[in-house]
């Protein structure tokens, strides 16, 4: 039984973790809408230390900074993210710098410097047994049912751009490298995606509805420290 409560514990932090409420501070929405700092909502993680957000300023741009000390972050923005048939997804990050140890390709050291989390909804009558008793088991214990599906967007230390990861706690839960090592440390990076594209390239299935969009900066696994820098989220 400890095992499967530290799996859903782990699976808990991935699939309900985000961004805690940073203090409003005006910044620059990306064309097509944005999610703004005051309308994050932050939750606790049992077990798990609070990554601190606070608003900040990196090369003349506002945005969240968020820091990590042995750290998961707790947190999420819920409810209706995007508008009917959003498909596309814009964010911006920034890092000064990253712990080598830490991969989403390693169960053991599962950390990132930057994630953008996306969950969705789904028929869970197609959930495998196995799923199904671990997604009870984090209702269980953190008080909310996980999304069906949680699909990331991550900064690796090392893997490739491209690289899709299974998580080895449950498939409900895959990711996807966008940025990858250190050359792009210390400027603002700006990604567009077709989520829609992305979540069919990561389960082979059609997406069902977004029903919640996190940040996530860690440092829980590795036991280290992390920090970036986020800048306006939007789904359009």
Known sequence: MMGWRAAACGVGMLMLAGCTTPEPRPSVPPPGGTTGPSEWTAQTLPGKRETLYRPAERQGRPGSQAQAERAAPRGRRRGDVAQAGAQRLRFSWWAADLDDRASVTDPDHDDAVARVVLGFEGDLSRLSARNRALFELVHTLTGEAPPYATLMYVWDARAPV??????GRTDRIRKIVVESG???????????????????????????????????????NTQGRAEACYGPVGLF
């Open 182 to 220: 250190r050359r792009p440390l210390n400027t603002w990076r700006h990604h567009e995606r077709d989520v829609r594209a992305d979540f069919e390239l990561a389960f082979g299935e059609p997406s069902g509805r977004i029903t919640t969009l996190a940040y996530m900066t860690d440092a829980d």
């Open 162 to 167: 491209g690289t899709v990861i299974v998580s």
